[in-house]
């Protein structure tokens, strides 16, 4: 196909420029005097003009080794990406875009350049997108073939392992449940911090709302206030709950050979399909909820020219309960090693080093207090360093018990287990020797002393890096660990 | 191991040294120019801001020396090792086959020594050498760049 334009569906998202557009107007047309409905209406001409042109301007080529996208309206740009090149395509359909055949296609690559580079194709034919999978997938075996032929020695173990893997774990299909949708609402903290964030970007004028509509309503004594505060919080929790099934809905998780394959989405459709040698990291997350009712999360990290949550991280398993863990990670991940040989956990001195590391902070308050003298506010102050004290040392206490790093053995195929804990929350990434970028190894004098150390890794994620680390582990220990990355 | 070129030290003084020339004449200036402002509290910012990084800077100048002895890098047949300090220790290594470009930089003090910076990059990550001499870093670019390839193709 040489040259194709988009369909016309893609002006579809650029109603958005309209209303920007009129906005503009508005706020320049009054310093230099001119009415504000005519300025707007050129302007809208002219986006709609620029519109037009980038759609005519952008066209693409799908050849035999490559795509070609050529775009540009005064500055020309033409974009080559091997098909051996593509890390991941990515799906999406609008629902509006759905009776037309239409869909999104995003095209991950891995380059290291930043966003202006990505590939997006917004609005093509269903069937582009697959032709495009198929070369991909043809490109990718290829490449492997290519390797083969090499190394005659090497294909035959290869083979075989793969042969084994493929009768084991040919497919396996994992679809969220309503309850699943709402224990993974009602056990993450998300919530909550959303809230925080709402009423912190509107200058708490949403909970000065609030509270207008509790006085109004209720008058004010404390019982009201509580079931009004608890009113406020399964309203929130609601929401969210809706805002997940939009997100979550028919969620499906495909293992087809080495492919994974993952489909989500009420309003718009998210289709990824990539190669499992692709994923940079599995994830395994928990928190303190998590811990009580035995269910995580698993996330994969991909690599991805964006630097945005949906395309360099992704929710796999949004719920996995303890005990199908083993077998679910061996349905899905069966490359992954589950066991590890070694493995060393922070030592117990490390909670004080933990607390002491965050707790410093609360020296300024009695410093403040001795400075200004005791007021109103030293004593707000106060609750909120006992607060503080509390949780601080809860959470050095978490960061402890979950602090551990192992391997699963001691050859470069070999998978490293590093487990943190921050807010209450445990990451538990698995990292093969080759997907690791870099290590390091700190240790100053007095932890040495101490015969401590850390140990931090960095993956790539999305185009930049993820920082994975563990603190405050056995000296010995962490030499291993570099010891086995540096072989 | 090796070490850095002795003359580096060189380079982290001046740098040092022009550092808290810059730092000083700022400071002062805005110390003089906050004066004529009657804003209460905030004519004691510069002042007390400056001298703090005034003795950051004047820490780094003393500590050339401490810097110098614990700065080490290798380059092994399939990795790169990256070693800092001593009170704070901390070890680097980045295998020869997650490289993705070796990058070489001059400025202004470094090409006064005929020394250049080495910017190690992976797809995730940087790492940098701060100072090697200029037949090191052709030696050290071309070295690592075939190594990488190598690694690679044989991966």
């Known amino acids: 196909m040489q040259d194709k334009h988009l369909s016309p569906l893609s002006f579809l998202p650029h109603y958005a420029d309209?209303?920007?557009?009129?906005?503009?107007?508005?706020?320049?047309?009054d310093p230099i005097h001119l009415n504000g409905y005519q300025l707007g209406t050129v302007f809208v001409i002219i986006t709609v003009i620029w519109d037009i042109l980038a759609y005519r301007c952008f066209t693409y080529s799908i050849e035999d080794k490559q795509i070609l996208i050529k775009k540009g309206v005064i500055f020309k740009k033409v974009i080559h990406i091997p098909y051996a090149r593509i890390q991941s395509i990515e799906h999406s359909?609008?629902?509006?875009?759905?009776?037309?055949?239409?869909?999104?296609?995003?095209?991950?690559?891995?380059?290291?350049?930043?966003s202006h580079n990505q590939v997006v194709l917004s609005a093509v034919k269903t069937y582009v997108g697959a032709i495009l999978e198929e070369k991909h997938k043809k490109y990718q075996n290829q490449a492997v073939v290519e390797e083969v032929v090499e190394h005659p020695e090497v294909e035959k173990i290869n083979d075989k392992a793969e042969e084994e893997a493929i009768k084991d774990n040919d497919y396996a299909q994992y679809k969220?449940?309503?309850?699943?949708?709402?224990?993974?609402?009602?056990?993450?903290?998300?919530?909550?911090?959303?809230?925080?964030?709402?009423?912190?970007?509107?200058?708490?004028?949403?909970?000065?709302?609030?509270?207008?509509?509790?006085?109004?309503?209720?008058?004010?004594?404390m019982v009201s206030l509580i079931a009004?505060?608890?009113?406020?919080?399964?309203?929130?929790?609601?929401?969210?709950?809706?805002?997940?099934?939009?997100?979550?809905?028919?969620?499906?998780?495909?293992?087809?050979?080495?492919?994974?394959?993952?489909?989500?989405?009420?309003?718009?459709?998210?289709?990824?399909?990539?190669?499992?040698?692709?994923?940079?990291?599995?994830?395994?997350?928990?928190?303190?909820?998590?811990?009580?009712?035995?269910?995580?999360?698993?996330?994969?990290?991909?690599?991805?020219?964006?630097?945005?949550?949906?395309?360099?991280?992704?929710?796999?398993?949004?719920?996995?309960?303890?005990?199908?863990?083993?077998?679910?990670?061996?349905?899905?991940?069966?490359?992954?090693?589950?066991?590890?040989?070694?493995?060393?956990?922070?030592?117990?001195?490390?909670?004080?080093?933990?607390?002491?590391?965050?707790?410093?902070?609360?020296?300024?308050?009695?410093?403040?207090?001795?400075?200004?003298?005791?007021?109103?506010?030293?004593?707000?102050?106060?609750?909120?360093?006992?607060?503080?004290?509390?949780?601080?040392?809860?959470?050095?206490?978490?960061?402890?018990?979950?602090?551990?790093?192992?391997?699963?053995?001691?050859?470069?195929?070999?998978?490293?287990?590093?487990?943190?804990?921050?807010?209450?929350?445990?990451?538990?990434?698995?990292?093969?020797?080759?997907?690791?970028?870099?290590?390091?190894?700190?240790?100053?004098?007095?932890?040495?002393?101490?015969?401590?150390?850390?140990?931090?890794?960095?993956?790539?994620?999305?185009?930049?890096?993820?920082?994975?680390?563990?603190?405050?582990?056995?000296?010995?220990?962490?030499?291993?660990?570099?010891?086995?990355?540096?072989? | 191991m090796k070490k850095l070129p002795e003359s580096v030290k060189t380079v982290w003084l001046y740098s040092a040294i022009i550092t808290i020339i810059v730092e000083i004449i700022i400071f002062t200036a805005a110390t003089i120019g906050v004066k004529y402002l009657d804003w209460k509290y905030v004519s004691y910012i510069p002042?007390?801001?400056?001298?703090?990084?005034?003795?950051?800077?004047?820490?780094?100048?003393?500590?050339?020396?401490?810097?110098?002895?614990?700065?080490?890098?290798?380059?092994?047949?399939?990795?790169?090792?990256?070693?800092?300090g001593f009170i704070f220790r901390e070890q680097a290594t980045v295998p020869i086959a997650r490289i993705q470009n070796v990058d070489i930089e001059q400025g202004p003090i470094l090409r006064h020594k005929n020394l250049y910076k080495i910017s190690i990059y992976t797809s995730a990550d940087s790492h940098e050498i701060a100072a090697v001499t200029k037949e090191e870093s052709e030696n050290i670019k071309t070295q690592v760049m075939r190594l990488a390839m190598e690694a690679r193709n044989a991966r």
Not at chain 1, 185 to 195: A, D, G, L
Not at chain 1, 437 to 464: T, Y
Not at chain 2, 48 to 73: C, K, N
């Open chain 1, 18 to 29: 309209i209303p920007v557009a009129m906005f503009l107007a508005s706020f320049i047309a």
């Open chain 1, 93 to 114: 359909q609008f629902f509006l875009f759905k009776p037309f055949d239409v869909e999104k296609l995003q095209i991950n690559n891995a380059s290291k350049s930043g």
């Open chain 1, 176 to 221: 969220i449940s309503t309850k699943d949708i709402a224990l993974y609402t009602f056990t993450s903290f998300r919530v909550f911090i959303k809230m925080l964030l709402i009423v912190h970007i509107t200058n708490g004028a949403v909970l000065d709302f609030a509270i207008s509509i509790y006085q109004k309503a209720f008058g004010s004594n």
């Open chain 1, 228 to 487: 009004f505060s608890i009113m406020v919080i399964i309203i929130a929790l609601l929401l969210s709950f809706i805002y997940t099934m939009f997100q979550f809905y028919d969620f499906t998780l495909v293992k087809e050979g080495k492919y994974l394959e993952y489909e989500k989405g009420l309003f718009t459709r998210n289709k990824v399909r990539l190669s499992t040698d692709r994923i940079q990291s599995v994830l395994v997350e928990q928190n303190l909820m998590g811990k009580l009712l035995k269910i995580m999360t698993v996330k994969i990290i991909m690599a991805s020219d964006g630097n945005d949550e949906e395309s360099s991280q992704a929710v796999v398993l949004p719920i996995l309960n303890s005990h199908k863990y083993t077998e679910m990670m061996n349905d899905f991940f069966e490359w992954i090693p589950l066991k590890t040989v070694e493995k060393f956990n922070s030592r117990k001195r490390s909670i004080w080093l933990f607390f002491r590391n965050f707790d410093w902070i609360l020296l300024i308050i009695p410093i403040v207090i001795y400075f200004v003298g005791w007021t109103t506010l030293s004593d707000s102050l106060v609750v909120i360093g006992v607060f503080t004290f509390f949780y601080t040392l809860g959470n050095a206490y978490f960061k402890c018990r979950v602090t551990s790093i192992g391997l699963t053995g001691d050859t470069k195929d070999d998978y490293l287990v590093v487990s943190n804990g921050f807010l209450f929350k445990q990451r538990t990434y698995y990292v093969g020797w080759h997907e690791i970028q870099s290590m390091r190894f700190e240790s100053s004098v007095f932890m040495k002393k101490n015969n401590l150390a850390h140990i931090v890794i960095r993956i790539r994620k999305g185009d930049s890096a993820q920082t994975a680390a563990v603190h405050y582990i056995d000296y010995n220990g962490a030499q291993k660990i570099y010891d086995w990355y540096r072989q």
């Open chain 2, 47 to 84: 002042p007390v801001l400056g001298t703090l990084l005034v003795l950051v800077a004047l820490f780094d100048m003393i500590s050339i020396p401490y810097r110098y002895a614990f700065h080490q890098y290798a380059i092994h047949e399939d990795r790169v090792e990256i070693k800092n």
